[in-house]
Every structure is written in structure tokens, then in C-alpha cells.
């Protein structure tokens, strides 16, 4: 039966063949096909006439009529043939256009970021901490570490907007970046992360017995706390771990939690400073204990409570260094400039304290902030912020600096006779002031290019605060030591005074290539329009493709409408910032701002033009 089935099968196969060929064969009918269309009998089948043969159809509309009007070759059509093709390429743009508008970044989770390296994502959390500036460059990010119920991811923010507070649901998106096995999230300026007001946690006010209890009840959740810190914390200092207490004085406090601070305060916290936080807790598996975790500016001074300094003595000289930083209290005599243990050896320095004089000899408790000095090698007292006294008289000050540095063998017995020297001469390069210790500067005997000496000068911490400018005029009592490990002479600053103003801003030229080292953190003016790219502000040489970042200060009137499009001279403060990213250094005028010296609205550059 099956070879009956094959044979039939075999047999039909010539059949179709010869069927095939057959229909190749057939020629075309030229002349039938000239009696339809030509209807003129030119020779030549015109489209017109294939038209007019298929009045009908064409008549009926649609895309068949709409295409055979665009095909149409008769010279009356052209030009709605154009204005139809122009009409279609615009509708495409605009479609292409809104498109990108509405599209949205795919939302994932944050397990999954390792799939979409390089791409634009958003992710979904709650936010658990964040960091302002993190390596304190000057730069102009954040870093906002985000939980989901997958993992937790970094976001890295540069010109950042809002930030919200710990707790909040927020969607952030971002290019997934990987470098070197770490994965985060990277955002320029605002819309990179949002959230609505049902995001933000409520952060109820509830006591520290009352988290002390279930901790565990408190997961996931922000709330409000009031309590006493344990210890000082820096002004400046972007992570601090320290103890909240439920009592300013330890050993009669009832509960303690540990407490996180993950970015800088921006002001002084004092040991037994009654503080009020909006903070969220976490279990740590590391230290096998809760935290509570904390933003700087979350943090809020309950000024009703004033904390007490701590008192600290010469038996437990060893011991200072818990209380570095903090408020002290010193029962000592004075003796010049420092304070001594009566009848010991032990002695401390004292700063900024005026003229204590009428103290000499005498046994008093002195206060202030406790302090370790490089340059004299132990423990000061600062009061600075107490007393603002100026101890020099600028009319017998000399410029010293030549004559120290040439004379080396003199230098060196005034070294050893312990010589102090009222000189005055001119801050070399800018220099910010540090408040937890000495700072370096450079005192040259006259504004570059007419230094003939200079000298590394230490200044002891509260002689000033913010930034020296290059080129302040300064007056310093000041004594002489030899460093063996630099092989050089270097100036103890005791007092100073400014006494006059720095120098104009440093002019800076765009065509002149990448700032030299000598050039940075110091006020310089750049002339230049404004321009932006990828979100980032830039400063660019008019007419040219020389570009710094700018930081400009928010409320500048040269970014208004007015000034927009012009050349204008920009001042600021020449910084360079790392990239974390490419391994680079960037050059930005931070702070930058129009001169507008008659404060009528328009800059000086606006008004001359």
C-alpha cells in the first residue's frame, strides 16, 4: 500500500513541473496592454492615463489614493508633493522628539544594576544615609547610600539638589557605573532623585528608654530623639561615632545608644550638648549592636541646656587626649604664655587668652578648647572663643625675613637663646585655616615677583579662621626653630595681625592652558561666556573652545536674562577636584560671582559693553 502512495506522489511531480514552465512561457501581451492605457496613442502609457483608467479606484481615497497623488509626476502636483513630504518628515521629528521626552528609565532592582552597566536606570528605596563632600575637596556632591528589599545601592550627585531626610522613599536615576569591582549609581544635577510628600516619614518624638526597650519595633522607621552627646565633634568632620545619653555627665545616664553622624554638622557639637535628631536605627553585625544613624544638618542644638566644660587635671595628664577637642577646665599658674602644674613639671600652652599679665604667678582655672600644637610639641588651651585680643604693636614691626634666612650661623643662636622676632611681611599663596590643629603658611618679605625670602610659618589654631589670601598684608610675633628633617629654618607664630588688605584678584587666561600648581585656591578672575553641557555650568573663552567649570554662587545676577549670552569677568576661588571616576583632576572657579560694584543690578562688564 505505501509503494502504491509513493508511486502516485512520483507522478504527480512532472505534472507540476510542466505546469510551472508552462506559465513562464506565456509572453506578454504588448499590444493589449498599449489598447488599455495609451489612451492618446502616442507610443508611451503616461500616468495620467493609468489614472484615468482607474478613475474609480483612485476617486475611492485612502492610502492608495494618497500614495498614487504622491507618485503622480504632472508638474501641477510637485509641489504639494514637497509640502506633504515636508510635512511627514516634521511629524517624524516631533514624534521622535516625544518619544524621548516621555521615556522613561527602565525601573530595577538593586540586585540587578550589575545587568544594565552603562545604562540610565532608576532604582526604588529608602534612604539610609548621606555624605556631603565627602573627601572635603570643595566639590560639589553627595553621596546617598539607598536601600531596597534586594540590596543597597550608591548614588553619587554632583551639582545635587534637595536632599531628604533619613527614611524617605525616594526613586533616583542615574548611569550605572562599575569600576574596579564597585558598582554605583552616578547623577548630574537636579531631577536625579524624587519623592513625594507621603514619601517622607512622619519621625515621631520618642525617648531613649523607649527605643531601649524594642529596638527592633523601630527598624525601618524615622523618628525624633532629644539627648546628650558624648563628646565634641568637629565642625567639619564628615563621620563621627560617638554616644547619645539620656544624662550630660557620664556615669549617671540611665541609657546610651551608639550614634552614627554621616556628614559634617557645619558648627561646634560640645561634649554634653543637648541635641534633638531625626534619625532611623539599624542592627550592626559588625559591632553586634543598634545604631542609631544620623545627618549632620539633622542634628539640632536645644540651646536651653548649656554643657558644662569638663574639668581635667595635671594627674590625669595622660589621659587628655579623650578630651581633645572639647571644653576644658585647667586649675595651673600662669607663667608667660602657658600654664604650669604648681609645683611639677607638667605645663600646657595658652592661646589667644590676651594679656594675662596681672595673672603671673598666680593659681586660676583656666577654660577653653584643649588642642594638640605641632609646633609646640603638647597640649594648648584655646580660648578663642572667649577673647579676641591683638597683642602686637604693628609700629615696631621689621621685615626680619631677609636677615634670618641669609645669615644662617645668627639664625641658629637665636634658636638656641629661644629670640623672639616682631616681623611683618606678606601671605604667600592662600592657605584655609585648620580648627583642629596648627596650619602652614608662607611668609615672604613681598608679593611675587619681588620676594627675595620666604619662610614656612606654623600658626596655632584660633589666630584665624576661613582662608589667608595671597598677598595679606601680616604682622607676627613669632620665634625660630630648625627642622632637621627638611634641613630648614621655620617661624612659630605666637601673635599676628593683619593690617592691611590681599591682593586683586589673580587674572586668569583661558588660552593660557591648565592652571600650574601655584595658580590654585587663590581669588582669580576669569573672563568668559556661560555656557552649559550635559547639565554641567562651564566657563568658556569667547570665541574659542577653552572651558573651566564654574561654580557659580546661586543667586549671581549673571546668570539672569539679562546677562544671558554676554562676556562677562567672573571671580572666584581656582580649586581642583578629584574625579573618583576617570582617575582625573578637574580645575573649577568655585564661589564665582560678577562684580556689580555700584550694586545696581548689572554688572560692571554689562555696563561698559
Known amino acids: 500500500m505505501s509503494e502504491s502512495i509513493q508511486l502516485d506522489d512520483s507522478d504527480s511531480k512532472p505534472d507540476d513541473v510542466e505546469e510551472l514552465v508552462s506559465e513562464a512561457s506565456v509572453e506578454m501581451d504588448v499590444d493589449s496592454v498599449f489598447e488599455t492605457y495609451d489612451a492618446n496613442s502616442d507610443g508611451k502609457i503616461e500616468h495620467s492615463e493609468y489614472v484615468a483608467k482607474h478613475k474609480a479606484e483612485v476617486e475611492s481615497g485612502g492610502v492608495s489614493s494618497f500614495i498614487d497623488r504622491l507618485l503622480d509626476d504632472s508638474p501641477e502636483l510637485r509641489g504639494q508633493r514637497l509640502w506633504v513630504m515636508f510635512a511627514l518628515s516634521v511629524l517624524l521629528v516631533a514624534a521622535m522628539n516625544a518619544y524621548a521626552m516621555v521615556r522613561e528609565p527602565e525601573l530595577v532592582k538593586i540586585e540587578n544594576l550589575v545587568e544594565h552597566n552603562n545604562e540610565v536606570v532608576s532604582i526604588e528605596g529608602t534612604v539610609l544615609s548621606w555624605v556631603e563632600d565627602p573627601y572635603s575637596s570643595g566639590e560639589d ?24 531626610m533619613i527614611g524617605t522613599k525616594v526613586t533616583a536615576t542615574g548611569d550605572v557605573i562599575e569600576y574596579n569591582g564597585r558598582l554605583w549609581l552616578q547623577a548630574l544635577g537636579s531631577g536625579a532623585l524624587s519623592w ?64 552614627i553622624i554621616h556628614s559634617a554638622p557645619g558648627q561646634w557639637l560640645e561634649a554634653g550638648q543637648k541635641v534633638e535628631i531625626t534619625a532611623v536605627i539599624e542592627y550592626s553585625q559588625k559591632f553586634l549592636q543598634w545604631t542609631i544613624h544620623t545627618e549632620g544638618p539633622e542634628i539640632r542644638i536645644v540651646r536651653a541646656h548649656e554643657p558644662q566644660a569638663t574639668t581635667i587635671g595635671w594627674s590625669n595628664y595622660q589621659t587628655w587626649s579623650y578630651n581633645s577637642g572639647a571644653k576644658v577646665l585647667l586649675v595651673g599658674e ?23 599679665s596681672s595673672y ?5 582655672s583656666f577654660g577653653g578648647r584643649l588642642i594638640w600644637s605641632t609646633s609646640y610639641a603638647g597640649w594648648c588651651i584655646d580660648a578663642s572663643g572667649s577673647i579676641e585680643v591683638d597683642l602686637i604693636d604693628v609700629s615696631d614691626a621689621e621685615n626680619l625675613l631677609g636677615q634670618l634666612s641669609s645669615n644662617p650661623a645668627d639664625t641658629l643662636e637665636e634658636v638656641a637663646n629661644g629670640t623672639t622676632f616682631l616681623i611683618t611681611g606678606v601671605v604667600s599663596g592662600s592657605t584655609l585655616m585648620s580648627e583642629t590643629g596648627d596650619t602652614k603658611i608662607i611668609i615672604a618679605n613681598a608679593v611675587y615677583p619681588n620676594t627675595l625670602a620666604k619662610m614656612d610659618a606654623y600658626v596655632p589654631v584660633g589666630q584665624h579662621y576661613g582662608w589667608l589670601e595671597e598677598g595679606q598684608p601680616i604682622v607676627a610675633n613669632v620665634t625660630v626653630s630648625w627642622n632637621s ?43 568668559g561666556n556661560i555656557v552649559t553641557i550635559d547639565g554641567q555650568m562651564y566657563l568658556q573663552k569667547e570665541g574659542g573652545e577653552q572651558k573651566i567649570r564654574i561654580n557659580a554662587q546661586f543667586n549671581s545676577i549673571g546668570l539672569n536674562e539679562q546677562h544671558e549670552g554676554l562676556t562677562l569677568k567672573w571671580t572666584g576661588r581656582l580649586i581642583e577636584v578629584p574625579d573618583d571616576v576617570t582617575l582625573a583632576h578637574i580645575y573649577v572657579l568655585d564661589n564665582a560671582d560678577v562684580t556689580d560694584e555700584d550694586g545696581n543690578g548689572i554688572a560692571d562688564d554689562a555696563e561698559d559693553a
Open 360 to 364: 603671673e604667678g598666680e593659681e586660676v
Open 334 to 356: 600662669i607663667s608667660g604664655d602657658e600654664i604650669i602644674e604648681s609645683g611639677g613639671d607638667l605645663r600646657a600652652c595658652v592661646l589667644n587668652s590676651g594679656d594675662l
Open 196 to 259: 513625594d510628600e507621603s514619601d517622607v516619614p512622619d519621625a515621631p518624638v520618642i525617648a531613649i528608654s523607649t527605643i531601649a526597650a524594642n529596638p527592633q519595633d523601630f527598624v525601618g522607621d524615622a523618628f525624633t530623639i532629644t539627648g546628650y552627646i558624648s563628646k565634641p565633634v568637629n565642625p567639619n568632620a564628615t563621620f563621627t561615632s560617638l554616644d547619645l545619653r539620656d544624662h550630660p555627665n557620664y556615669g549617671n545616664h540611665e541609657h546610651q545608644m551608639n550614634m
Open 485 to 527: 628633617a627638611s634641613s630648614e629654618f621655620q617661624l612659630m607664630v605666637l601673635d599676628m595681625v593683619l593690617t592691611g588688605e590681599p591682593t586683586s584678584a589673580n587674572p586668569y587666561d583661558l588660552s593660557d592652558g591648565a592652571p600650574a600648581f601655584y595658580d590654585l585656591n587663590k581669588i582669580t578672575s576669569i573672563t
Open 141 to 164: 556632591r553627595v553621596n546617598i547610600i539607598i536601600e531596597d528589599d534586594t540590596g543597597v545601592a550608591q548614588l553619587r550627585w554632583y551639582r545635587f539638589g534637595e536632599i531628604p
